[in-house]
């Protein structure tokens, strides 16, 4: 069946430092690759989107240089997010979409910013 | 733009009730349509999809289906179990931006003993 692996599962870091979180589609080819972050009040904001051998498109409100995208073949992508601070918190989801539509998605990597 | 509406943000039921969350959408022509599940601590998964008016989806006792007429997808299950209790997302694919997935705000299903 169709998997997609994301790690780490949770993070702290400090105020102002980066981390970095890897997406890996498993069973199937992924023509996409969206990151969406999840708010505490669960509503999903999508990050970017990102395919393969295209640019990668970022929504309103988050930028290439605050969270440089990855996604150098269909089944990885990784996500970094620079200089976190608090309104950074959440849990930030990979989603990647297979040939029939469907986007499947990681377990979340669970970022706090302390 | 798109969206989908789902009007209960709570559910809540006793073992072996019906189950109807209700989802409504806005979108022009035949957009894709999903159903999520997301458990605590772990990200939504996948469902089933429909893509056809009259089309039903469905997956562990759960399905829905796709309705041109009233731009409806909603999900039904004939008898649910405590372990159905999880956040119900519904979701729309953007078919001008075919690789966009549209969420709506999801229904907490509690099912009790």
């Known amino acids: 069946g169709a998997l997609v692996y994301q790690y780490p599962r949770r993070t702290i870091c400090k105020s102002g430092t980066s981390m970095r979180m890897e997406c890996q589609a498993v069973?199937?080819?992924?023509?996409?690759v969206a990151w969406y972050r999840q708010s505490p009040q669960k509503t999903f904001e999508l990050i970017a989107l990102?395919?393969?051998?295209?640019?990668?498109?970022?929504e309103q409100n988050f930028t290439q240089e605050k969270f440089p995208i990855s996604h150098p073949n269909l089944s990885f992508s990784s996500m970094t997010v620079l200089n976190a601070y608090l309104e950074d918190r959440g849990l930030y989801l990979c989603?990647?979409?297979?040939?029939?539509?469907?986007?499947?998605f990681g377990k979340g990597t669970r970022l706090t910013v302390v | 733009g798109d969206s989908v509406t789902q009007t209960e943000g709570q559910v809540a039921l006793s073992e072996e009730d019906f189950l109807t969350i209700h989802c409504n959408y806005s979108?022009?022509?035949?957009?894709?349509l999903f159903w999520y599940v997301q458990y605590p601590g772990e990200g939504p998964q996948f469902l089933f999809r429909?893509?056809?008016?009259?089309e039903k989806g469905s997956s562990r006792g759960f399905e829905a289906t796709y309705d041109k007429g009233t731009t409806s997808f909603h999900l039904r299950k004939a008898s649910v179990q405590e372990s159905d209790s999880a956040v119900y997302y519904c979701?729309?694919?953007?078919?001008?931006?075919?690789?966009?997935?549209?969420f709506g705000k999801g229904t907490h299903l509690h099912v009790l003993p």
């Open positions: 989603g990647a979409r297979d040939g029939q539509g469907a986007v499947f």
């Open positions: 069973g199937f080819q992924a023509t996409s």
């Open positions: 990102s395919t393969v051998n295209s640019a990668i498109k970022y």
């Open positions: 979108a022009s022509g035949y957009p894709a």
């Open positions: 429909a893509s056809r008016d009259k």
């Open positions: 979701a729309l694919g953007d078919r001008t931006n075919a690789y966009k997935v549209i």
